[in-house]
């Protein structure tokens, strides 16, 4: 699976912002989706994961500093996953990865084996 993450930007603290992850390669639909951040000097922190498959209901995962924030979706039809990021806050400035994980949607990054390139959030007070 080769992903391609997009949409990142610079924005003020409390505006919006939706970073898409498009995937090509092998089924899309078969892999739960993350959304990582590393900001400098930190380790890499889960921020939301969705399952791969569901019908009308997915499996959803928040990190305990987005949950009530940030909205985690996909589109299976155009083989992309979304992160909704509302009222962004100078701490959630970072670069954000999408990853595919072939099991069940986890925080566990160990469990992705395969990453996009990352797009740079930038959050100004």
């Known amino acids: 699976v080769q992903l391609q993450a997009s949409g990142g930007g610079l924005v003020q603290a409390g505006d919006s912002l939706r970073l898409s992850c498009t995937a090509s390669?092998?089924?899309?639909?078969?892999?739960?989706m993350g959304w990582f951040r590393q900001a400098p000097g930190k380790e890499r922190e889960f921020v939301a994961a969705i399952s791969w498959s569901g019908g009308s209901t997915y499996y959803v995962l928040y990190g305990d500093s987005v949950k009530g924030r940030f909205i985690i979706s996909r589109d299976n039809a155009k083989n992309t996953v979304y992160l909704q990021m509302n009222s962004l806050k100078p701490e959630d400035m970072a670069v954000y990865y999408c990853?595919?994980?072939?099991?069940?949607?986890?925080?566990?990054?160990?469990?992705?084996?395969?990453w996009g390139q990352g797009t740079q959030v930038t959050v100004s007070s």
């Open positions: 990853a595919a994980a072939p099991g069940r949607p986890t925080a566990d990054l160990y469990e992705y084996g395969y």
């Open positions: 390669g092998r089924t899309f639909s078969n892999y739960a």
